[in-house]
């Protein structure tokens, strides 16, 4: 079924190239089924596009610690703290730096 799932994500997002929100699902797709490289490099080039995605910079985060790429698992979090005090999203930013200060721990 995950394999459909991706199918669909992926036909959606063939018809709609521009939907953030389709890219993030899909990459996030891609991190449940284990495939942690290529969603990783998904959710880079959607922030390279849409830096403003503040959720990605999160799961993004996340999935770097879990490559063992923890200083650039920080450096996603401290990007994602400043676009969140671009867009005024507080609650984000507070989570992350509980994630920083938590991958800082390590």
Not at 18 to 41: H, N, Q, S, W
């Amino acid at each position: 079924m995950s394999a459909d799932r991706l199918d669909q994500l992926r036909g959606m997002l063939a018809d709609d190239p521009g939907d953030a929100f389709l890219r993030y699902a899909i990459a996030l797709e891609l991190k449940r089924k284990g495939e942690l490289a290529p969603a990783v490099a998904d959710l880079e080039q959607l922030l390279r596009d849409k830096p403003d995605h503040v959720a990605s910079y999160y799961q993004l985060a996340l999935m770097l610690a879990d490559l063992g790429r923890t200083s650039e698992a920080v450096s996603t979090c401290e990007a994602g703290m400043l676009q969140c005090i671009v867009t005024g999203d507080r609650k984000a930013r507070v989570e992350l730096q509980q994630l920083r200060t938590s991958l800082e721990g390590d």
